[in-house]
Structures are given as structure tokens and as C-alpha cells.
């Protein structure tokens, strides 16, 4: 299941989200509201829930989060934006790496 999160995630949210893959959840942060989708089997299904919900595309980048670790990785297909500076499924950018930090930390993060 799918969620969006504009405010900090329960418990129940992130056991539910964890359900698709089990150790990690697959999100997409929309860096300019602050908010992020997850839960998806696949990176573009939280991406096409929030550009539903009114996102740009530009600001949207994929990732994975492990609740166990409090670990991220910046990689998803749909980073792939030579229009904006990202050739590759990483997000190279540390100024962005740190935004994206930011709010799944804020969102998923531990209480």
C-alpha cells in the first residue's frame, strides 16, 4: 500500500509500508512540499501517487529507506534527469542528497 506522509509516520504507517519489501521502503520525496510517498513495489508507483496529488515531476526523487539502519540510498530509475544536472539512478547532488535526508528523516525517521 501506498501512503503519503505530510506528517511524521506511526508505527502502524511504517509497518505498513514496510509489507512490500520487508526491511526497506521504496519512496519518492517531492523536495519542494516537504512530503513523500511509500510503500510501492516500484519507485514510479509512489512517484505517479504524488504528481495525482499536485508534485512536479522536477521535484520528485526516488530513494530507499531502512528504518532499522536509519539509512538511506539515492538510487532510483526515476532520478535518471540529464535535464537536471543528474545523468545517473544516484542522486549526485549533496545539496539535494541532504534535502531528500531531511524530510525522510523528518517523515520516517525515529521518534
Known sequence: MILIMRSQATAEEIAEMLKQWGVFIKVVVDIEREILAGGSDKHYECEQELLKDGS??????????????????????????PSQNNRTMIVESPELREKISRIIIRLLGER
Do not use: H, K, M
Not at 56 to 81: C, H, K, M
Open 56 to 81: 512536479r515531476q522536477r521535484d520528485l526523487w526516488g530513494a530507499d529507506w531502512t528504518p532499522y539502519t536509519q539509512t538511506i540510498v539515492f538510487e532510483s530509475i526515476i532520478n535518471i534527469r
